[in-house]
C-alpha cells in the first residue's frame, strides 16, 4: 500500500517562510514526477511545483523566485520550501507523485492527505 503523508504546514506572518515536507511510503518499484499543488477555499485545486526523478522542475508563475521544490529520491521525499509568503498563498497544500507500486507495471497518481498553510498577520 502506498502512501504520501506530509508535514510542515501551519500559520505563518506575511512575509515569512514555511517548509513543506511529504515522503512516499510502501512497496514501491518507481517514482516519477513528485510535486506539490494546493486548493484555497472556494478554489479549484491548482498545480504549485513539480520535480523530476532527474531533478528538473517547473513552477506556478506566481511562486517562482519565492519558493523551491527538492527530493531525495534514496528517502522518497520531496520538499517545498515556501519564502516571501503572502496571504495569497493561504490554502491546503498537497503533495503528488507518479508511483508505481513493486506489485504492479502501472503507474498512478497518489495523493497525500493535506496541509494547511495559512499567511496571516
Known amino acids: 500500500q502506498v502512501q504520501l503523508v506530509e508535514s510542515g504546514g501551519g500559520l505563518v506572518q506575511p512575509g515569512g517562510s514555511l517548509r513543506l515536507s511529504c515522503k512516499a511510503s510502501?512497496?514501491?518499484?518507481?517514482?516519477?514526477?513528485m510535486g506539490w499543488y494546493r486548493q484555497a477555499p472556494g478554489k479549484q485545486r491548482e498545480f504549485v511545483a513539480t520535480?523530476?526523478?532527474?531533478?528538473?522542475?517547473d513552477y506556478l508563475d506566481s511562486v517562482k523566485g519565492r519558493f523551491t521544490v527538492s527530493r531525495d529520491n534514496t528517502e522518497n521525499t520531496v520538499v517545498l520550501q515556501m519564502n516571501s509568503l503572502n496571504p495569497e498563498d493561504t490554502a491546503v497544500y498537497y503533495c503528488?507523485?507518479?508511483?508505481?507500486?513493486?506489485?504492479?507495471?502501472?503507474?498512478?497518481?497518489?495523493w497525500g492527505q493535506g496541509t494547511q498553510v495559512t499567511v496571516s498577520s
Open positions: 503528488n507523485g507518479g508511483i508505481t507500486p513493486w506489485t504492479s507495471r502501472s503507474t498512478k497518481a497518489y
Open positions: 510502501g512497496t514501491i518499484r518507481s517514482i516519477y514526477n
Open positions: 520535480i523530476t526523478s532527474g531533478g528538473f522542475t
